[in-house]
């Protein structure tokens, strides 16, 4: 099992739309998560850190954090064609690993 | 400030050649993490390399090496290319060890084909 899992996707929705993309993960000791946004032909661009317990937001950005269930959300309100781009959770090092672990990440169109 | 420089961004190789791949991280940086990125397993980690020195390295056979240089700077190397290493191959820096702070810097990657 991935440490850190999410669908592919592509998920395409109309401009304006609340948008909730999301990661499971499998390690209860994990403190923090990241988002990550790639746009296309580009590298992947740090978006968010979420710590583990509660909300952050940013912008029309907001990251959640459900221990109970072990899932990562990150919410678009007001999607813009400018967010169409791959976004990917990542997860820091853990037992036996020291190097941030990225799920395969979802691809997001928004249609204007 | 400028950002992580990879060179070359693109690249088209034959099976059994040898592939070298530069990065140069951003001025103050010094670790260079490498990730492979493939439509099937998304971004794998390669290796880190902290003050010339290897420090974390992922689950890649021995084809797959690296280093870093006293100005930070890094390359790759993948001898005996397979199919299999069609990849765009990423450069990440970070000012401290990537897994302190999680925030990578990435380049925009060097896309290897392998006929």
């Known amino acids: 099992q991935k440490e850190v899992e999410q669908d592919p996707g592509p998920l395409s929705v109309p401009e304006g739309a609340i948008v909730s993309l999301n990661c499971t993960y499998s390690?209860?000791?994990?403190?923090?998560f990241m988002w990550y946004r790639q746009y296309s032909r580009k590298g992947p661009e740090l978006l968010m850190y979420?710590?583990?317990?509660g909300n952050k937001e940013d912008g029309r950005f907001t990251a959640q954090v459900d221990k109970s269930s072990k899932y990562i959300s990150l919410f678009i309100r007001d999607s813009q064609p400018s967010d169409s781009a791959t976004y990917l959770c990542?997860?820091?090092?853990?037992?036996?690993?020291?190097?941030?672990?990225f799920g395969s990440g979802t691809r997001l169109q928004v249609q204007p | 400030k400028a950002g992580v420089t990879q060179t070359p961004r693109y690249l088209i190789k034959t099976r059994g050649q040898q592939v070298t791949l530069s990065c140069s991280p951003i001025?103050?940086?010094?670790?260079v993490s490498w990730y492979q990125q493939t439509p099937g397993q998304g971004l794998q980690f390669l290796f880190e390399?902290?003050?010339?020195?290897?420090?974390n390295k992922g689950n890649f056979p021995g084809r797959f090496s690296g280093r870093q240089f006293s100005n930070s700077r890094s390359e790759m190397n993948v001898s005996t290319l397979e199919l299999g290493d069609s990849a765009l191959y990423l450069c990440?820096?970070?000012?401290?060890?990537?897994?302190?702070?999680?925030?990578?810097?990435f380049g925009e990657g060097s896309r290897l084909t392998v006929l």
């Open positions: 390399y902290f003050s010339e020195t290897q420090r």
């Open positions: 990440a820096s970070s000012f401290g060890l990537a897994g302190h702070t999680g925030e990578l810097f």
């Open positions: 990542a997860s820091p090092p853990g037992a036996g690993r020291r190097a941030l672990t």
């Open positions: 001025s103050g940086h010094r670790s």
């Open positions: 390690n209860s000791a994990f403190q923090y």
């Open positions: 979420t710590y583990s317990s």
